[in-house]
């Protein structure tokens, strides 16, 4: 067998990032050579992907970034199987290169392609089975979209403290100067904050599909099938006007003052700012 030298055992952890004992091991495998030392540990990452193919991957962390103009935004997930890793050094430095990644991705959303990305040389897909390797744990890209500024606007993006839940939400503006706004910018924040913390459905009542209003309105209408026809379709219609303001963005009462509907706030903002300004569409992502 090959003497490994320590110093050869050092620069394999420093180019893969696994443990001491897992580097001199591969390096005795591979009788000194550091690439294949290299292919080895990347194999028993694929090993470890396929051994857990079917275990759940729950827990994770939610990341963004925003391109240096503002333009574009990114947010997506990284997920693992339980918090302690989710928690770990090695994991959080992947979720933020997948930040690095998902802004580099051309395509819009779906983590396939994010895995096919190549940053420095690298596919994150590799990134990825290193990182397996390491853990030990099933580790998946979950959810990713990526939005990108067609005209005058800016995106506002969020992340939660337990980095469990994030959103973005695009807002267009009359034009580039009130985007740049200190006003605006922190009102696309506050909004992105504000889809964080109220989980709505659609945008507008327009963007919620025909079957779940239907299914809402025959539940309402179930409960108080012992009404007159004419009064169970007055409640039906204020039960439902209730319905959109809760789970309709635009609708929804502003978490910062509730006396303004989001759409409100938005609006009184811009003015404020000297113009005008329309959420375009938003997306919000959660783990755990």
Known sequence: MAEISAATVMKLRKMSGQGMMDCKKALQEAEGN??????????KGLATLAK???????????????SQDGKTAVLTTLCCETDFVAKSDDFVA???????????????????????????????????????SKTGEKTQVGDYAKYQLDGPGLIGTYIHFNEKV????????????????DVLKQTATDIAMHITATKPMALDKDKI???TIEREKSIFADQMK??????IEKIVEGKMRKFFEENCLLDQPFVKDDDKSVAQFLADSAKQAGGEATIKKFVRFEVG
Do not use: H, W
Request: hydrophobic share 40%; aromatic share 2%; glycine share 4%.
């Open 52 to 66: 857990r193919a079917e275990r759940e991957t729950s827990e994770g962390l939610v990341v963004c970034k925003s």
């Open 34 to 43: 550091i690439e294949q030392a290299m292919d080895a540990l990347r194999k």
């Open 209 to 211: 599909d025909s079957e």
């Open 94 to 132: 992947v979720a933020q290169k997948l930040a690095d990644y998902a802004l580099v991705c051309a395509a819009e959303q779906g983590a396939e392609n994010i895995l096919e990305t190549v940053v420095e040389g690298k596919k994150f897909s590799d990134v990825l089975t290193e990182t397996v």
């Open 166 to 181: 994030g959103s973005m939400v695009q807002i267009e503006t009359s034009d580039d100067t009130l985007a740049a706004t």
């Open 226 to 231: 012992n009404k007159p026809a004419n009064i």
